[in-house]
Antibody, heavy 120, light 110 residues
Framework: EVELLESGGGLVQPGGSLRLSCTAS????????MTWVRQAPGKGLEWVSS????????YNADSVKGRFTISRDNSKNRLYLEMNSLRGDDTAVYYC?????????????WGQGTTVTVSS | QSVLTQPPSASGTPGQRVTISCSGS????????VNWYQQLPGTAPILLIY???QRPSRVPDRFSGSKSGASASLAISGLQSEDEADYYC???????????FGGGTKLTVL
């Protein structure tokens, strides 16, 4: 069964850092692009970052450029999101999602999400 | 404010047909395929329609998608109570070099 499991969320102070992980199973992880999408409380879905299957190409929303870094370790079937200089508006449930192929292909499998709360 | 425009709400009675629109521009819907996601309360989104009108095997054929120019729509026929959820359209935006989502449409089954 194809599965994605996020971890690493929690409560962090403004200006702090956090590293999210997404562990994949049930498919050849290194053959698919991956994406992080977040959802603030009571709000809609917002794209955060995407990474190609090899990890060579990355794409970031303007709202996180220079603060968040997406990466992957295909040998460990893991996707990461390094988040720095966190702000209150980064508070959200963060989902990792698998693409059907390349970065711009539909996200066909989503994890259950991990919650990040930025507050003093 | 979302790059893709969806109505915030839609409703219908059991058995009815409901459509949800998604409006974009040349750089997103006008240039790329559209996907639709269903999010039931308190759960993660799931892929409902991909490449404008393709359904994953687990999705009933009551759900269908279409695209014309820079707009797309999701149709749900034979509405059921379990269809009550939030629905999002999404596509790649060539100008932004990233994904864009609609603001979501909350579907209520009366």
């Amino acid at each position: 069964e194809v599965e994605l499991l996020e971890s690493g969320g929690g409560l962090v102070q403004p200006g702090g850092s956090l590293r999210l992980s997404c562990t994949a199973s049930g498919f050849t992880f290194g053959s698919y692009a991956m994406t992080w999408v977040r959802q603030a409380p009571g709000k809609g879905l917002e794209w955060v970052s995407s990474i190609s299957d090899s990890g060579v190409s990355t794409y970031n929303a303007d709202s996180v450029k220079g603060r968040f870094t997406i990466s992957r370790d295909n040998s460990k079937n893991r996707l990461y999101l390094e988040m720095n200089s966190l702000r209150g508006d980064d508070t959200a449930v963060y989902y990792c999602a698998k693409a059907r192929g390349l970065v711009w292909y539909a996200m066909d499998v989503w994890g259950q999400g991990t919650t990040v709360t930025v507050s003093s | 404010q979302s790059v893709l425009t969806q109505p915030p709400s839609a409703s219908g009675t059991p058995g009815q047909r409901v459509t949800i629109s998604c409006s974009g521009s040349r750089s997103n819907i006008g240039s790329n395929t559209v996907n639709w996601y269903q999010q039931l309360p308190g759960t993660a989104p799931i892929l409902l329609i991909y490449t404008n009108n393709q359904r994953p095997s687990r999705v009933p054929d009551r759900f269908s998608g279409s695209k014309s120019g820079a707009s797309a729509s999701l149709a749900i026929s034979g509405l059921q109570s379990e269809d009550e959820a939030d629905y999002y359209c999404a596509t790649w935006d060539d100008s932004l070099d990233g994904w864009v989502f609609g603001g979501g449409t909350k579907l209520t089954v009366l």
